[in-house]
């Protein structure tokens, strides 16, 4: 059983529409990231969430702690957003990061 | 300021040698943790370290090491290789609580042949 599970696992879309990546987990919680990872490897911390809402140019992450889902939205999809996207979720117990399979995104121009 | 440095970025290494991988974390951040990217099973926390002691161990067998030293950096060693080592081994640092936030470095690519 994964503590956290995302979907969908691949999702393709044409420029300019609305995508949502969902995320669920089923531990006690410090905080939620949302991870994007480019081919080649590296992994860029998009946002941490606690609580509520944060918003990045066309980037919208949301929590609901009690539900234990987050989404991530991004508005006006370019080819460049094109990657991985991973939820990870830290636990309340040990400090380690539980990670999702990620979601494959491709942007078609 | 720097990112969190890993080096080497790429390694290849034949079955039975060992490996040591360093993690540079971002300066003040005290806390280090691995993870082993691997396309069968994702991303798989290895271990963390704080002011040089483990803090908590994943599920890897003992051929998995680290250290951390008194100036945070870590280093990651993997004895008596296996193909299935082969993996994007990534290191992520923060100040320490759960609350905050970390920041992932590039990866070491490990190859075992």
């Known amino acids: 059983k994964n503590e956290v599970e995302q979907s969908p696992q691949n999702l393709t879309a044409q420029e300019g529409e609305f995508i949502t990546i969902n995320c669920s987990y089923s531990?006690?919680?410090?905080?939620l990231h949302w991870l994007q990872q480019h081919p080649g490897g590296g992994i860029v911390s998009l946002f941490m969430l606690s609580s509520g809402k944060k918003k990045h140019g066309r980037l919208i992450a949301t929590i609901n702690i009690q539900e234990k889902h987050s989404s991530l939205h991004i508005t006006a999809s370019h080819p460049r957003d094109s990657a991985v996207y991973i939820c990870?979720?830290?636990?309340?117990?040990?400090?380690?990061?539980?990670f999702g399979t990620g979601t494959s995104l491709t942007v078609i121009p | 300021k720097a990112g969190v440095t890993q080096t080497p970025r790429y390694l290849i290494k034949t079955r039975g040698q060992q490996v040591t991988l360093s993690c540079s974390p971002i300066s003040g951040h005290r806390s280090v943790s691995w993870y082993q990217q691997t396309p069968g099973q994702g991303l798989q926390f290895l271990f963390e370290?704080?002011?040089?002691?483990?803090?908590n161990k994943g599920n890897f067998p003992g051929r998995f090491s680290g250290r951390q030293f008194s100036n945070s950096r870590s280093e990651m060693n993997v004895s008596t290789l296996e193909l299935g080592d082969s993996a994007l081994y990534l290191c992520a640092s923060s100040l320490g609580g759960g609350e905050t936030e970390a920041f992932f470095g590039q990866g070491t690519r490990l190859t075992v042949v």
């Open positions: 531990v006690g919680i410090s905080a």
């Open positions: 990870a979720v830290r636990g309340v117990r040990g400090n380690q990061f539980y």
């Open positions: 370290y704080f002011s040089e002691t483990q803090r």
